[in-house]
């Protein structure tokens, strides 16, 4: 299997530019790699690296978009400097997608920013929810008709230890291995989860497909196990950049992490026939619209 990583060694983020190379390979599903690239910590943020500051009852300490804060334990003074570390890591990790994908910028939707002080490998999870095994992002919730989930992370651990990932096959390479295992797109059913709030919106066919696949993957050992794969450590000190739910990982170690995810609507890309949308498109031979092709879900068509 060819790398799925691709190594940039920019060491500042204002010298970064984008090139059509890096953006091809970012939308053929590889992981932008750049190893010297550090988001230095302000005196007195090294207090911040703890993993008792994030309440026990969430996943992830997270920054809304509209400033406030949610997930963390401590006093208004450890909070605001919570905010404040996670809100300079969303203007740098904004502005090196800027520079990289500057098509993207009027189009892009801002999502959370989050900090994970939490030690990967002591997560207790359900098969479903265990990212230490490989898939590609997809939600039960929050159906998305094709918009792309692009993330930025960066490893700012202070014991100078790696976050560990396995990178799998490119996307249509594992959507060929897993669409004939898919269970069929019943309607009735999306309209059902939908009235039940089991969704916050109706659920397309896109949406039920990638769910099929990420699903298949995480349980599926024998892929896990067996299929081409490569693990790469992110050192401490570095940044990576991928489209999450294109990119084949699986997150097997680590601890102290800044993400901040963007949201790219359908046909926004510099190569549209490169996404996932258009990949199973292809590949299933129709328009993924939610309700057998009806008008209700048209941002699910074929970009």
Request: glycine content about 6%; charged content about 20%.
């Amino acid at each position: 299997m060819e790398s799925q990583i691709v190594r940039i060694e920019n060491d500042e983020w204002h010298t970064v530019q984008g090139n059509d190379a890096w953006r091809a390979a970012l939308e053929a599903g590889k992981v932008l790699f750049f190893p010297n690239l550090a988001f230095q910590l302000q005196p007195g943020e090294q207090a911040l690296l703890r993993p008792d500051i994030r309440d026990p009852g969430v996943r992830n300490i997270s920054l809304n978009v509209d400033g406030s804060l949610k997930g963390a334990v401590g006093d208004a003074a450890t909070q605001a400097a919570l905010a404040v570390m996670i809100a300079r890591f969303r203007e740098q990790a904004s502005a090196l997608i800027a520079a990289l994908l500057p098509f993207y910028v009027s189009a892009l939707r801002l999502a959370p920013t989050s900090y994970r002080p939490t030690q990967v490998e002591t997560r207790t999870q359900s098969w479903r929810a265990d990212d230490r095994r490989l898939h590609v992002d997809a939600f039960p919730s929050r159906p998305n008709y094709g918009e792309r989930i692009l993330r930025v992370f960066a490893n700012i651990n202070p014991d100078g230890a790696a976050r560990v990932w396995r990178v799998g096959e490119p996307f249509e390479t594992v959507a060929r291995k897993f669409l004939p295992k898919a269970k069929p797109y019943v309607p009735w059913q999306a309209r059902l989860l939908e009235k039940l709030r089991v969704t916050k919106s109706l659920r397309s066919e896109y949406d039920h497909l990638m769910l099929q696949l990420h699903d298949g993957m995480k349980s599926d050992m024998d892929f896990q196990q067996h299929s081409q794969q490569e693990t790469v450590g992110f050192p401490a000190g570095s940044v990576w950049v991928c489209f999450s739910d294109q990119a084949s990982h699986a997150v097997m170690s680590g601890q102290y992490m800044l993400e901040q995810t963007l949201h790219l609507p359908p046909g926004h890309a510099y190569d549209p026939s490169a996404s996932p949308l258009a990949i199973l498109t292809r590949l299933v031979g129709r328009p993924l619209y939610g309700l057998d092709g009806a008008a209700g879900i048209t941002r699910a068509s074929t970009p």
